[in-house]
């Protein structure tokens, strides 16, 4: 039986939203997200960034590429710029699946949310097989909880 694969897409913006300057951590979101996630020692298939076009005022470090380098060395890393940047997390997705179609399943989260469980992937799977055996399509919700996300 071939392996289901997992494109994890992550919706990001730099700009310099109202909320998110009340707090100190804005500028290091994306980075914190990446390093956490790499902490989980969890084999993901690929992580796209996608990265809209921002026509505000920007963090400057917010993208730190050449810092990621190596931080998932058994994961595709793609960088997808994104001109639409009024369609948001959602636009940001659908352009990922647009330019990267043949994934089984495709985790999409925002910058400022990370997955929190070293099995997150199996667990994941197991769910969508289950739900999957009736129905064609799946759409799951997440329950934030003491800051760990559980699924179902």
């Known amino acids: 039986m071939k392996m289901k694969t997992l494109n994890y897409c992550i919706a990001t913006f730099e700009g310099k939203i109202p909320s998110r300057t009340r707090d100190s951590y804005s500028e290091d979101i994306l980075d914190k997200h990446l390093r956490h996630l790499a902490s989980l020692d969890t084999t993901i298939d690929q992580i796209t960034i996608i990265v809209p076009t ?28 994104f001109d639409y940047p009024e369609l948001y997390s959602y636009g940001q997705w659908i352009h990922a699946y647009q330019n990267f179609p043949n994934f089984d399943y495709y985790f999409v989260i925002e910058d400022d949310y990370v997955a929190n469980s070293k099995d997150f992937k199996e667990k994941l799977f197991q769910f969508l097989n289950r739900i999957l055996e009736k129905l064609k399509m799946a759409v799951i919700s997440v329950l934030l909880l003491r800051n760990t996300i559980f699924m179902e």
Do not use: A
Request: neutral net charge; aromatic residues 22%; charged residues 30%.
């Open 54 to 81: 921002c026509n505000m005022e920007k963090y400057e470090n917010y993208y730190r590429f050449s810092e990621w380098e190596g931080l998932f060395p058994k994961t595709s890393v793609k960088i997808l710029p």
